[in-house]
């Protein structure tokens, strides 16, 4: 089946969520928009500390309580607002309907159990009341389905029998076993070569033909981002502060921060010996600026960009859904 961009499935909208810390409240995430279509692959980036991991967890509702909560704003799954739902709730949609591979692989498997207790861990609520010769047999099917080879052996493994581009896939399984309608990968790759990240990832495209699912990557990396996705949101200092379709993005990036974040890119064609980086510090998030948080930072900054933060414009030509947060957006008329 090829994949097909279809309705919104996932909305977020001035998602606020905060650490409460005995330091002071830290704005981790602090008004982040942007929605997901069925079987598109939206990326989120932005350097480290932007608060792209604390939104996905908290599209999970799995962001590190008590000190992290979900202060303003709606996620709505399927047109259902997730915050509105219990944790028991939360509980049957986590896996079956949202699911997210975590940052690093080597982690996220118990080295005390093998592969197959550890995939049948996660699909046995699902399928309940089935035998163990059942749920055995579902747990090599979701290891085919990431092309694990002799997957009948395999489960029996424990973790540190198998590599790490291997653990990856066994956690990529564990995420599509009870056959979500969103992934989110956060930083699949970090702890992997670079082949087989490059592998990975596009298993997880080919995935994604098959089951039409939606995909959110959340990586450092603009070169992932050409490659493998439809739209970009870029965050800074716990905000949205541009997306829009890949293209446009790399074509006319609009924000300053975007732009500098471009060109820290390697590019392949050109010989750059050094790699540009952008001046300065994000601000501390739990003692932001008044005005746009990039503006100590940025070139173009003037009175009103220390003042106060700007909207949301748009970017793009006429129907596009490329916008960025910047005052210099404001042409009046
Ligand atoms: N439990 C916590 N208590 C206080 N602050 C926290 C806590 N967890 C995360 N933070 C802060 O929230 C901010 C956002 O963190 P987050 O992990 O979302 O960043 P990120 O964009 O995923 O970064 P990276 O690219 O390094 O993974 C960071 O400044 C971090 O220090
Ligand atoms: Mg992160």
């Known amino acids: 089946m090829a994949r097909q961009i279809g309705d919104v499935i996932l909305e977020v909208e001035d998602l606020h969520t905060y650490c409460f810390t005995r330091f002071g409240t830290v704005k981790a995430v602090d008004g982040v928009s942007f929605s997901l279509r069925e079987g598109e692959a939206l990326a989120i980036v932005g350097e480290s500390g932007s608060g792209k991991t604390m939104t996905a967890l908290s599209l999970l509702q799995l962001q590190p309580r008590p000190a992290a909560r979900i202060v303003k704003g709606s996620i709505r799954l ?5 915050l509105k739902k219990s944790e028991q709730e939360m509980r049957r949609i986590r896996g079956r309907r949202i699911s997210m591979i975590l940052q690093d692989p080597q982690t996220s498997l118990n080295p005390v159990f093998t592969i197959g207790n550890q995939l049948i861990e996660a699909i046995q609520n699902k399928h309940a009341g089935e035998d163990r010769r059942s749920l055995v047999r579902r747990a090599v099917d979701s290891l085919k389905q990431v092309r694990v080879a002799a997957p009948e052996r395999r489960v029996e493994d424990y973790p540190h029998q198998i590599s790490g581009g291997m653990k990856q896939r066994v956690v990529g399984a564990i995420a599509i076993s009870c ?10 790759t970090t702890s992997l070569d670079v082949t087989i990240q490059a592998q990975y990832l596009r298993l997880l495209r080919e995935i994604q033909e098959e089951t039409n699912l939606a995909l959110i990557f959340i990586t450092h990396d603009f070169g992932i981002v050409a490659k493998m996705c439809d739209r970009v949101v870029v965050m800074y200092a716990g905000r949205h502060v541009e997306s829009g379709p890949v293209r446009d993005i790399f074509n006319s990036p609009s924000h300053p921060y975007t732009q500098a974040l471009l060109r820290s890119v390697p590019s392949m064609d050109e010989d750059i010996e050094r790699l540009y980086s952008i001046t300065g510090q994000p601000p501390a998030l739990w003692d932001l600026p008044e005005g746009c948080r990039f503006a100590p930072r940025c070139p173009h900054a003037d009175d009103r960009c220390r003042s106060s933060y700007p909207r949301t414009l748009t970017a793009g030509r006429n129907g596009t859904t490329h916008t960025a947060a ?5 042409h009046p008329g």
């Open 78 to 82: 399927e047109g259902e607002d997730l």
């Open 179 to 188: 056959g979500p309608r969103v992934i989110i990968a956060d930083e699949p």
């Open 326 to 330: 910047c005052w210099r957006l404001d």
